[in-house]
């Protein structure tokens, strides 16, 4: 990876770790999750309201590292509308990219691209797949799909 390309993943994760996207806590969720990571101390506490096997909502509150939070922020905006199942294969793709594994040059990530460099830094995978893996858990548990 070029360090242009470098750069400005690590711009993208600093801005949603400086601004981030859907933090707080959704007063009428069908779906709240708790889940921490011992290693680091990232906690995340995820609230979802699903509706008729859609993701009308995510929300996200907790503490922990810029990747963490950087993470539950771009997962937040990336599987807000879309079908549960739809959610579901993004948290699997997160979870190949995360361990390294080509992923069809069609797919479009968006932002969630910047945390591919991650991947390469096996303490830090934790960190980013924490939220993913708390709505993962949330949505098999719900069973709206």
């Known amino acids: 990876m070029s360090s242009n390309l470098d750069a400005l993943y690590r ?3 600093m801005d949603h770790y400086k601004k981030p996207r859907n933090r707080g806590v959704l007063e009428d969720s069908s779906l ?7 290693t680091c101390g990232d906690r995340i506490q995820l609230t979802m309201k699903v ?10 509150d907790g503490e922990g590292c810029s990747i963490s939070m ?9 599987i ?7 959610a579901l294969k993004m948290a699997t793709l997160f979870s190949d990219m995360m361990q390294g594994k080509d992923l069809d040059d069609n797919l479009d990530l968006g932002d969630i691209e910047a945390l591919q460099g ?11 797949t924490l939220a993913w893996k708390a709505m ?3 949505l098999k548990e719900d069973g709206q799909h």
């Open 11 to 13: 711009r993208v994760i």
């Open 32 to 38: 709240t999750i708790n889940m921490n990571n011992p």
């Open 70 to 78: 950087s993470s539950a922020s771009m997962m937040t905006e990336a």
């Open 118 to 128: 991650v991947s390469k830094f096996p303490a830090r995978i934790k960190c980013a």
């Open 51 to 60: 509706d008729e096997g859609i993701v009308k909502d995510a929300r996200y």
């Open 136 to 138: 993962e858990k949330g």
């Open 80 to 86: 807000k509308g879309k079908k549960v199942e739809d």
